[in-house]
């Protein structure tokens, strides 16, 4: 079979391919009178035969070709792979993935769950901890010894470019996800590209790539919008630092038109992402309160609002007005705030900038302005300088609070960080604390004597167990309900029956209102958003995000693109014919 287009039409260049400008064969030849045709009639029947099939086979090249070129290292039809996508960490990489899915699809790539059957594998990382980092570097070597394409992206080869068990495969850093197709399609060709740069604007960082590239959600119904990448602040510990860099705010119209947007695809839940929400718009002469009143003016009726992390720092500078906004019907009476130690001596030499006294303020303010008011905090077991003290301290100013929600974090040194080239605390000593705070933490029972209290809740997603629906009140606290298909994304009151220590069970108030909040039906499982998403429904399969996330788009493009080449290749096989009958 030919190696190329060109080498089945018998020409050199695909430019050689006669435009409806260009003379006709007819008129190649009116100036070459002179010319005796070599075949005579008596083979005219021998010749018209020859003919004949090499149209057939002609044919039949055509309708092989594009599997031929998906498979030559060399000649690569962009839009024919299968790409499996994997995602480790936070809400702003699972959005990263997400767009780099919808544009991968929207190229006609198919984006798959069966890694083993994937041409390439696009792995988008995250840096925070270690075991994170090892997973995401087995999983590259797993990938290379199976023969397939890898492409990295994420934290980790953004803030550990030199890493060796990176170097030679492509890269796509963290502020480059629009140029993802790009790489794909390259590193299919067998090519290496890098890309680490940041997006700026007058010599300014930005947010990144564009909000309103298409994306493939995880959860059709929820829509997560980063707001702004990096932060301001200089932590000890933390290597994702290293890969965000500094602040870069979306402007407020771009995150808004983004809601908007998403509304209109059957979204009923948006979550604000970033390294630090706090901190938004401080870039740009803004402020997350600033945004976030312009956000509630366009979500619809039985729609929410999660905001998403903040550091300390920067929200105490609006508490009055970020209580009043909890306090709205269409935003979350929720607040992730990561205390990360107990002890003001650890907190200094972590760099958090704050005081215990000063975060403690924090959460009573917002506890006594926002009624039931959901805050929930991280901590660091066993920081290089955390003295057996200083942990008591923690241990004090948990019990102080009960947070319903707590991330208990061994510390892990991170390569390049400060607190990597400190003296460690003993293993079994920093297992010890883990521990402790574990074990008290699991004595915390924050829904107990809930039973016969009545909340509005809204459905987004099925439990882990496949038995119930996933709702959240708006504390954003968990309620499972009924299992009932017309429940899903709709709005309604429940009645708490029983109470675990991670959630309620609620049952239906029989004469509940079902409100039906989002401004159309919501996208199905795997469809792209932004404009092609109705067009790629076709054997689409859910996007997950787990440790090994994964996202299924099924591929447009490569039927539009396989008809429209038998279309030309077909004219250029009968122009060839024209051009053999009148030489004969």
């Known amino acids: 079979m030919p190696d ?53 086979a002609d044919e039949m090249d055509s309708l092989q070709i594009d599997e031929k ?23 702003h990489n699972s959005s990263d993935s997400e767009y780099m899915a919808g544009q991968l699809a929207t190229q ?23 075991p994170a980092e090892e997973h995401f570097k087995n999983e590259v070597k797993d990938g290379l010894s199976k ?11 953004q803030g550990k470019q030199n890493a060796d068990y990176i170097q030679g495969l492509s890269v796509i850093g963290v502020q480059q996800i629009d140029r993802v197709v790009e790489v794909v399609e390259e590193t299919l060709k067998g090519n290496s590209v890098r890309m680490f740069g940041s997006k700026r604007e007058e010599g300014k960082k930005i947010g990144g790539a564009k909000l309103d590239l298409p994306k493939i959600r995880r959860n059709p119904l929820v829509e997560i919008i980063a707001i702004n990448t990096g932060c301001l602040n200089q932590c000890t510990y933390c290597k994702t630092k290293h890969a965000r860099g500094e602040l870069g705010s979306y402007p407020p119209e771009e995150i808004v038109a983004r809601a908007v947007q998403s509304f209109q695809e059957g979204v009923c839940e948006i979550w604000l992402t970033s390294e630090d929400t706090g901190a938004y718009g401080r870039d740009i002469g803004s402020s997350l309160p600033e945004l976030l009143w312009q956000l509630v003016e366009v979500i619809p009726e039985g729609c929410r609002l999660r905001l998403g992390m903040t550091n300390p ?16 019907d269409r935003v979350y009476s929720f607040l992730h705030v990561p205390v990360q130690a107990g002890s003001d001596a650890v907190l200094f030499d972590m760099k958090r900038e704050y005081t215990i006294s000063q975060f403690e303020e924090l959460v009573n303010h917002l506890k006594s302005h926002v009624p039931g008011i959901t805050i929930i905090t991280d901590i660091i077991c066993g920081f290089p300088t955390e003295t057996d003290e200083d942990f008591q301290e923690t241990m004090e100013l948990v019990k102080r609070h009960n947070f319903p929600s707590l991330f208990i974090n061994q510390f892990f040194p991170r390569p390049g960080t400060p607190a990597a080239k400190m003296k460690r605390i003993p293993t079994q000593i920093v297992k010890s604390r883990t521990r402790e705070l574990s074990e008290y933490f699991q004595t915390v029972k924050p829904y107990e004597g809930r039973e016969g209290k009545i909340y509005s809740v809204l459905v987004t997603e099925t439990s882990h167990d496949g038995n119930y629906y996933v709702a959240h009140n708006e504390f ?29 069970i609620g049952e239906l108030i029989d004469d509940s209102q079902v409100i039906r909040p989002s401004l159309a039906d919501a996208l199905q499982l795997g469809q792209v958003s932004g404009g092609a998403g109705k067009e790629a429904t076709e054997n689409s399969a859910p996007l997950r995000q787990t440790s090994t996330s994964s996202l299924m788009q099924p591929s447009q493009f490569h039927k539009y693109f396989k008809t429209t080449f038998i279309l030309v290749l077909s004219v250029a096989v009968f122009i060839r014919i024209l051009q053999i009958v009148h030489i004969l």
């Open 313 to 328: 720092p920067y929200i105490m500078d609006h508490l009055d007005e970020m209580a009043k906004i909890l306090n709205h």
């Open 4 to 56: 190329s287009a060109c080498d089945l039409l018998g020409i050199d260049d695909i430019e050689d391919l006669i435009g409806h400008n260009d003379i006709t064969p007819k008129e190649r030849y009116e100036n070459k009178s002179t010319i005796v045709p070599k075949v005579r009639k008596k083979k005219e029947k021998k010749v018209k035969d020859q003919i004949e099939k090499q149209i057939e």
């Open 69 to 91: 070129l998906k498979t030559d290292g060399g000649s690569i039809v962009p839009g024919t792979a299968r790409i499996f996508v994997n995602t480790w960490g936070c809400a």
């Open 476 to 504: 954003y606290e968990q309620v499972l309900v009924p299992k009932l298909p017309e429940l899903m994304g709709k709005m309604f009151k429940v009645r708490v029956v029983s109470t675990s220590k991670f959630s309620m």
């Open 108 to 130: 006609g790539y198919t984006i798959t769950t069966e890694k083993d059957r994937a041409d390439l594998w696009l792995l988008n990382s995250c840096t925070v901890k270690n």
């Open 147 to 157: 023969d397939k394409k890898v492409v990295v992206a994420g934290c980790v080869p």
